[in-house]
């Protein structure tokens, strides 16, 4: 029970921190998704670009 008074704040300016990241997260996590899907697509599509461009190489080989 001594060390009560010093750990009281210390919880709950973590308790205000983990909300605050939380917050920050839940905002955040929609706009990674997007972007996620967004690379994704690229991706995709520069893969099919390359598989295509092997493909016509070897036909011509």
């Known amino acids: 029970m001594f060390f009560f008074p010093q750990v009281l704040p210390l ?11 939380g917050a ?3 905002f955040l996590f929609p706009v990674l998704i997007k972007m996620e899907s ?15 461009n092997i493909l016509r190489l070897m036909i011509c080989l």
Do not use: E, T
Request: glycine share 14%; no cysteine.
């Open 38 to 52: 967004v690379i994704g697509n690229m991706l995709l599509v520069k893969g099919i670009y390359f598989i295509k």
């Open 24 to 26: 920050g997260f839940g």
């Open 11 to 21: 919880l709950l300016s973590r308790r205000y921190l983990f909300r605050i990241l």
